[in-house]
């Protein structure tokens, strides 16, 4: 459906314009000095030429058809503009123009105009507000840029027309093109859920880069962004971060940024790359573009200089790399051919005073051996280094088809030999820490592919149960009770049918079957007040903990049984429930929370009374399958203690990953769930049960 925004074969500017000052003219000019093969008409209300060419006076006049229209008039005259686009029969148009959603009130009616005008007439809007597209393969600048790129297969989108300008002008000096080259701007119709499912399936692409300040439809997003990734790689930089960055972009764009734990949870689930900046957005591409597959973590590091390599070590090891083992071979040729003074380990330093030699020793040895995945080349500028001849070097490496990263540290001295890499398409990198982080996502983005084809089943829940779980929740919804806690039809009864298993427990007893409750469940217990309309029952005492026999569970009655008394809750006063007391386990928080843009965010880390000090978690959007559960586990920072720490039993992970699968079909299973916490689940290497917990509904 966009084919005519990126390969029209003709094209109309509406505000074109003979006067060189104005932005009519530039547009105008752009698409026909950079090699546009198609008809290009100018239209302005006031008719005159633009070089030898005739100016319409109105779109209509034009004899033959018209595939794109590139608007560029005030603000006020595009929604009639539209209308005459209409009558045409022009299916497709680029508003460039300012002065809508991003200037207030007034400006998102106009837009409101236009997107009325465009769906009565059936057409696609790109912008307004935006920078406009460009082509190489069609040789097509539909755009006020200064410049246009040299053909490659990557592609970008941008919702900064600002952003574009720097993108262009960074990659004409570092030998980057693209491929299509599109401004957003304040996406009325158009947005970068159209470009990335255009761009998934084209040709002309290989890899695409973003910049986004907000996302409109998050889950078609994740479904798009999933589905590009699954065969190029996709790098995005979202910002908006924080509180202030989102109330900048407000102002910018029109729009407000959303979450961004939920954002950053949804971008790199479905297989994107974050970039945190516009030169981390550089750096990726570079790596991306140049470089083949990385089929493991496994990096060399070959320096001239301890420091750098040092560096390198400390970056690797605060990543998902890791240094590679060298094969006994390896160990051994190097041992035998550096200076005693070198280190033949990894990192391996070849000494100040090498020459090309020793980097070439180096550099074939660590690229045939097995344990090795990729490899990070750094280069200081001493009395003895061969610029340049290095650089010829570590091209011809590329014959062994492993993903090199190059780190030519200084200033002019290194020029000419990081100008010959990034001219033969070896990715070169000012610092060290890049160098790494580029090899780190490279990883990542092949890691995804390899795990993205792994089939997993799918959680079920017997009908019948769901029905059940339904009544619970419209029993709560239908009384207005916001949160669902204990008693019968409870938070605990829900969990359990989604497969969480829960605390042995008994509801709403009376004094008279205490003990036989009791001694079904198992000391020690718990027992909290079920008094009605009670809902901070520790802050009142109706809660007693390490019950241990009888004539301590009676105590307990009646002490819970007075404090809720004197705190004036009568109704029901006399009336308690009582859970099994588990004292054995690590304590675990697993959590939910609805995102009305993306879905449900699944939460997990380490839980109890610390759980808010922590904030030791891990984050997916629902669904969550089994071994996207077991990943999610092994990310938090506290992973090694559920693995058996120090002689510990490990816990069962398995049964925790059952746990948060369930969680995520529930929310998934029922849309009125505004939020849930379980805090504590208490794991060991036997069992996993839920201690406490709550389901917040949406009413």
Same mark, same amino acid.
């Given at each position: 459906?966009?084919?005519?925004?990126?390969?029209?074969?003709?094209?109309?500017?509406?505000?074109?314009?003979?006067?060189?000052?104005?932005?009519?003219?530039?547009?105008?000019?752009?698409?026909?000095?950079?090699?546009?093969?198609?008809?290009?008409?100018?239209?302005? !209300?006031?008719?005159?030429?633009?070089?030898?060419? #005739?100016?319409?006076?109105?779109?209509?006049?034009?004899?033959?058809?018209?595939?794109?229209?590139?608007?560029?008039?005030?603000?006020?005259?595009?929604?009639?503009?539209?209308?005459?686009?209409?009558?045409?029969?022009?299916?497709?148009?680029?508003?460039?123009?300012?002065?809508?959603?991003?200037?207030?009130?007034?400006?998102?009616?106009?837009?409101?105009?236009?997107?009325?005008?465009?769906?009565?007439?059936?057409?696609?809007?790109?912008?307004?507000?935006?920078?406009? +597209?460009?082509?190489?393969?069609?040789?097509?600048?539909?755009?006020?840029?200064?410049?246009?790129? &040299?053909?490659?297969?990557?592609?970008? =989108?941008?919702?900064?027309?600002?952003?574009?300008?720097?993108?262009?002008?960074?990659?004409?000096?570092?030998?980057?093109? =693209?491929?299509?080259?599109?401004?957003?701007?304040?996406?009325?119709?158009?947005?970068?859920?159209?470009?990335?499912?255009?761009?998934?399936?084209?040709?002309?692409?290989?890899?695409?880069?973003?910049?986004?300040?907000?996302?409109?439809?998050?889950?078609?997003?994740?479904?798009?962004?999933?589905?590009?990734?699954?065969?190029?790689?996709?790098?995005?930089?979202?910002?908006?971060? /924080?509180?202030?960055?989102?109330?900048?972009?407000?102002?910018?764009?029109?729009?407000?940024?959303?979450?961004?734990?939920?954002?950053?949870?949804?971008?790199?689930?479905?297989?994107?790359?974050?970039?945190?900046?516009?030169?981390?957005? =550089?750096?990726?591409?570079?790596?991306?573009?140049?470089?083949?597959?990385?089929?493991?973590?496994?990096?060399? @590091?070959?320096?001239?200089? *301890?420091?750098?390599?040092?560096?390198?070590?400390?970056?690797?090891?605060?990543?998902?790399?890791?240094?590679? #083992?060298?094969?006994?071979?390896?160990?051994?040729?190097?041992?035998?051919?550096?200076?005693?003074?070198?280190?033949?380990?990894?990192?391996?330093?070849?000494?100040?005073?090498?020459?090309?030699?020793?980097?070439?020793?180096?550099?074939?040895?660590?690229?045939?051996?097995?344990?090795?995945?990729?490899?990070?080349? @750094?280069?200081?500028?001493?009395?003895?280094?061969?610029?340049?001849? /290095?650089?010829?070097?570590? !091209?011809?490496?590329?014959?062994?088809?492993?993903?090199?990263?190059?780190?030519?540290?200084?200033?002019?001295?290194?020029?000419?030999?990081? #100008?010959?890499?990034?001219?033969?398409?070896?990715?070169?990198?000012?610092?060290?820490?890049?160098?790494?982080?580029?090899?780190?996502?490279?990883?990542?983005?092949?890691?995804?592919? #390899?795990?993205?084809?792994?089939?997993?089943?799918?959680? @079920?829940?017997? =009908?019948?149960?769901?029905?059940?779980?339904?009544?619970?929740?419209?029993?709560?919804?239908?009384?207005?009770?916001?949160?669902?806690?204990?008693?019968?039809?409870?938070?605990?009864?829900?969990?359990?049918?989604?497969?969480?298993?829960? @605390?042995?427990?008994?509801?709403?007893?009376?004094?008279?079957?205490?003990?036989?409750?009791?001694?079904?469940?198992?000391?020690?217990?718990?027992?909290?007040?079920?008094?009605?309309?009670?809902?901070?029952?520790?802050?009142?005492?109706?809660?007693?903990?390490?019950?241990?026999?009888?004539?301590?569970?009676?105590? %307990?009655?009646?002490?819970?049984?007075?404090?809720?008394?004197?705190?004036?809750?009568?109704?029901?006063?006399?009336?308690? &429930?009582?859970?099994?007391?588990?004292?054995?386990?690590?304590?675990?928080?697993?959590?939910?929370?609805?995102?009305?843009?993306?879905?449900?965010?699944?939460?997990?880390?380490?839980?109890?009374?610390?759980?808010?000090?922590?904030? &030791?978690? %891990?984050?997916?959007?629902?669904?969550?399958?089994?071994?996207?559960?077991?990943?999610?586990?092994?990310?938090?920072?506290?992973?090694?203690?559920?693995?058996?720490?120090?002689?510990?039993?490990?816990?069962?992970?398995?049964?925790?990953?059952?746990?948060?699968?369930?969680?995520?079909?529930?929310?998934?299973?029922?849309?009125?769930?505004?939020?849930?916490?379980?805090?504590?689940?208490?794991?060991?290497?036997?069992?996993?049960?839920?201690?406490? *917990?709550? +389901?917040?509904?949406?009413?």
């Amino acid at each position: 459906m966009l084919h005519n925004f990126f390969s029209p074969k003709s094209i109309a500017v509406i505000g074109a314009s003979h006067n060189k000052e104005k932005l009519g003219f530039l547009v105008y000019e752009n698409i026909r000095k950079y090699g546009f093969k198609g008809d290009l008409y100018g239209v302005n !209300i006031k008719g005159g030429q633009i070089g030898t060419k #005739k100016l319409y006076k109105n779109v209509g006049d034009i004899e033959g058809e018209v595939d794109l229209a590139v608007v560029v008039v005030p603000a006020v005259a595009v929604p009639g503009v539209i209308q005459g686009l209409g009558k045409k029969g022009i299916g497709s148009a680029i508003i460039i123009s300012s002065g809508f959603s991003e200037t207030g009130t007034k400006g998102r009616e106009l837009e409101e105009n236009i997107v009325r005008e465009a769906e009565i007439h059936g057409i696609r809007i790109l912008g307004p507000n935006c920078l406009g +597209i460009i082509d190489s393969w069609s040789k097509m600048n539909a755009s006020f840029a200064e410049s246009m790129p &040299d053909k490659m297969n990557i592609s970008f =989108f941008s919702q900064s027309g600002a952003i574009c300008t720097a993108i262009l002008d960074w990659a004409n000096d570092n030998e980057i093109g =693209f491929s299509r080259f599109i401004s957003l701007g304040n996406k009325i119709d158009i947005d970068e859920n159209d470009i990335l499912a255009f761009l998934a399936q084209d040709d002309k692409t290989d890899i695409v880069l973003s910049y986004l300040e907000s996302i409109k439809d998050g889950m078609r997003f994740m479904v798009n962004t999933e589905r590009i990734s699954r065969v190029k790689p996709f790098v995005i930089v979202k910002s908006g971060k /924080t509180a202030r960055g989102a109330k900048a972009i407000s102002s910018h764009t029109g729009n407000i940024a959303g979450s961004d734990v939920v954002i950053d949870t949804a971008i790199r689930q479905s297989g994107a790359i974050r970039a945190d900046s516009i030169e981390d957005l =550089f750096d990726y591409a570079k790596i991306f573009a140049f470089s083949p597959e990385m089929k493991g973590c496994h990096v060399a @590091v070959i320096s001239n200089a *301890g420091g750098p390599a040092v560096m390198l070590a400390d970056s690797v090891g605060k990543s998902k790399l890791k240094l590679a #083992k060298f094969s006994e071979k390896t160990s051994r040729i190097l041992e035998e051919g550096l200076p005693k003074e070198a280190s033949f380990h990894n990192p391996v330093d070849v000494m100040g005073d090498a020459r090309v030699d020793r980097y070439e020793l180096a550099l074939e040895l660590t690229l045939k051996d097995e344990n090795v995945d990729g490899v990070v080349v @750094v280069l200081t500028p001493q009395v003895m280094t061969e610029i340049v001849d /290095t650089a010829k070097l570590i !091209i011809d490496m590329k014959k062994h088809g492993k993903p090199i990263a190059v780190c030519f540290m200084g200033g002019e001295r290194v020029e000419k030999g990081r #100008k010959l890499l990034e001219e033969k398409e070896i990715p070169s990198y000012d610092f060290p820490e890049r160098a790494a982080r580029s090899l780190e996502v490279l990883y990542e983005y092949h890691d995804f592919k #390899k795990r993205a084809e792994i089939k997993d089943s799918k959680f @079920v829940v017997d =009908f019948q149960e769901k029905e059940k779980v339904a009544d619970i929740i419209k029993k709560n919804k239908g009384e207005r009770t916001k949160t669902i806690i204990g008693g019968k039809g409870s938070a605990f009864d829900i969990f359990e049918t989604y497969g969480i298993k829960t @605390v042995k427990r008994a509801y709403d007893v009376g004094l008279e079957g205490l003990k036989a409750k009791a001694d079904k469940i198992g000391y020690p217990v718990v027992l909290k007040t079920a008094a009605k309309d009670v809902l901070h029952k520790t802050d009142i005492g109706g809660v007693v903990t390490g019950i241990k026999n009888e004539s301590e569970l009676q105590k %307990a009655y009646f002490q819970v049984r007075d404090k809720v008394r004197e705190a004036k809750f009568h109704d029901n006063s006399e009336r308690v &429930d009582i859970y099994k007391q588990e004292n054995f386990g690590i304590e675990i928080f697993l959590g939910a929370k609805k995102d009305s843009n993306f879905g449900p965010l699944i939460v997990f880390g380490i839980g109890g009374i610390y759980v808010e000090v922590l904030k &030791d978690f %891990a984050y997916r959007i629902a669904p969550v399958s089994h071994v996207e559960a077991l990943k999610m586990i092994s990310e938090i920072k506290s992973a090694k203690i559920l693995q058996g720490f120090r002689g510990e039993p490990k816990c069962d992970l398995d049964k925790v990953a059952d746990s948060i699968v369930g969680l995520s079909q529930l929310m998934l299973d029922f849309p009125e769930i505004k939020a849930i916490d379980i805090n504590p689940l208490k794991v060991t290497d036997k069992k996993c049960v839920a201690v406490d *917990g709550k +389901i917040i509904l949406d009413l």
